[in-house]
């Protein structure tokens, strides 16, 4: 016992740096199983907990399992967070700390008051929660502000060196990624507006909060991390954006089965910004390609 506990020691990172190239590791050879598999999987539950399929079967249990959609929602998210470690300082920790801070008192603050978004509450369980907020509300949060972030860097080339170009244009994609996210939730019940808005079920006022905290948000998160270092990362780390995958892939599914044709849509034009950018290549494409290739030199 004592010989193995050594070994393990021996085989795990000792520092920062190696921590890093483990983790890019482990998520670069998992791609396929992160980006897509999870996302198809978390398509199958999430119906099946709220169409009732998993009613009085063994699988009951799972039904909206807070810790299970908090552990899927995490494994989404790795290669974003592997992707962003090695450039994240003091300063970026600062930025994602302060983000997260203002992430509960917001979400406290509509909950308890229905400013800015709405009235609104939770339908399920998302884990645990503290007055009523999720624990867990940063890892559903700030990846979605970073991810659109990391995209419009990309797609805007040069223009992203103008700090009002780019902070317009990074919260215009949050907020249409809100547009693909929330009719999606309600829909399934992760949270219901009183009254029911016009949009899917949810109200115009929603948005105007998110514009309110996607402001809030792209300015920390442009204030705590260069845009030239991420441009950087960016370049040697392909699977940083497969976050985005998972999202266009989980949201975009989810509202084509309940026929939110519209945020389908902008899911679809989430897929296109990846597919320009050359994101969206997880290991299936490249099977794919592999596979197209030894057809072709056989002939």
Request: net charge negative; glycine share 10%; hydrophobic share 50%.
């Amino acid at each position: 016992m004592v010989e193995a506990d050594v070994a393990l020691a021996n085989r795990l990172p000792t520092t920062r740096e190696e921590w890093e190239c483990r983790l890019d590791r482990l998520v670069r050879e998992n791609r396929f199983t992160i980006s897509v598999f999870f996302p198809l999987n978390g398509i199958v539950l999430l119906l099946a907990s709220g169409e009732g399929w998993l009613s009085g079967t063994v699988l009951a249990p799972l039904a909206f399992n807070g810790l299970f959609i908090l552990f899927g929602t995490f494994v989404m998210r790795s290669p974003l967070l592997v992707g962003v470690l090695p450039h994240t300082t003091r300063r970026g920790a600062t930025g994602v700390g302060l983000l997260t801070l203002y992430a509960y008192l917001i979400e406290y603050t509509g909950v308890h008051t229905g400013f800015p978004y709405g009235q609104f509450a939770y339908g399920v369980d998302l884990g645990p929660t503290v007055g009523g907020i999720p624990l867990g509300l940063p890892v559903f949060f700030v990846p979605l502000v970073m991810n659109a972030y990391l995209l419009c860097l990309l797609l805007l080339g040069e223009r992203a060196e103008h700090t009002v170009i780019r902070l317009c244009t990074v919260i215009a994609a949050v907020l249409a990624m809100d547009v693909v996210l929330d009719p999606g939730a309600v829909a399934l019940g992760f949270w219901a507006y009183t009254p029911s808005g016009a949009f899917y079920g949810v109200p115009l006022s929603n948005y105007a909060g998110w514009v309110l905290s996607a402001t809030v948000a792209v300015i920390l998160l442009d204030w705590g991390y260069d845009q030239h270092i991420l441009l950087a990362r960016l370049s040697e780390c392909e699977f940083m954006l497969d976050d985005l995958v998972s999202f266009v892939i989980l949201w975009g599914g989810l509202n084509a089965w309940f026929g939110n044709w519209l945020p389908v849509a902008v899911a679809a034009l989430f897929g296109l910004g990846l597919l320009k950018t050359e994101r969206f290549d997880s290991r299936v494409f490249r099977f794919s390609r592999w596979k197209q290739s030894e057809e072709n030199s056989s002939e």
